[in-house]
């Protein structure tokens, strides 16, 4: 039976590395949310890539293991998904990295970027638009395609799972190469 995960402050979590403690903070967010902007101590390890059985492997059970992410939805997933595994002394770090920087505690700043957030709206947004518009002028039946984001959001919403997130996650323009460069669209030729 899976409890629910601990939680610490940014600040807390700040002072603790400040002290000299060891923290192990893991970013789960995505490559180019964590090259934005991330918590000086973290690394990234995204959330759709995280093995929880590997992570864990050889590794420590007393030092506790903190995650972090945006405002907190994705570092709570990650660690549920360890208390799954049987893990403990697992920490969500509450707030997430906006409340990290909030607090004015260390970041590193990299180059912005737009959102995963803000591409799921203008996709979604996108979709409704074409579906209608192709629904007046051409064909009803395209209204189903409205229908269907409409739906798709209503479950994110309610499941807290985001399927066009998630896929657009994985597009070249949202990953980053070992460099910490953005990865290119292939070229046309």
């Known amino acids: 039976m899976t409890t629910e ?5 940014p600040a807390e979590l700040n002072a603790k590395a400040a002290r000299g403690e060891p923290v192990e903070l893991i970013d789960v967010r995505t490559p180019i949310e964590f090259r934005e902007v991330h918590a000086t101590p973290a690394r990234n390890l995204p959330l759709d890539t995280l093995d929880a059985r590997a992570l864990l ?11 972090i992410c945006k405002g907190g939805d ?3 997933m990650a660690c549920r998904k360890l208390l799954d595994a049987g893990a403990q002394k697992i920490v ?3 707030g997430g990295t906006q409340a990290w920087t909030a607090a004015g505690l260390p970041v590193v700043q990299g180059k912005n970027a737009v959102s995963l957030e803000r591409q799921v709206r203008i996709a979604a947004g996108t ?11 051409v ?5 189903g395609l409205s229908a269907f984001v ?5 479950f994110a ?4 799972t985001c399927g066009m997130g998630m896929l657009m996650a994985k597009m070249p323009w949202n990953r980053v190469n070992p460099d910490g460069k953005a990865c290119k669209l292939p070229a046309r030729g």
Do not use: C, H, M, S
């Not at 995960?5 to 402050?9: A, D, F, V």
């Open 157 to 160: 919403g309610i499941t807290d």
């Open 92 to 94: 969500n770090a509450e």
């Open 74 to 76: 994705r570092g709570r």
């Open 127 to 137: 979709l409704v638009l074409i579906g209608i518009g192709l629904g007046v002028l």
């Open 57 to 67: 492997e050889g590794r420590d059970k007393d030092k506790p293991l903190y995650f």
């Open 5 to 9: 995960p601990l939680t610490i402050t």
């Open 150 to 154: 409409g739906a798709g959001l209503v």
């Open 139 to 143: 064909n009803p039946y395209w209204l």
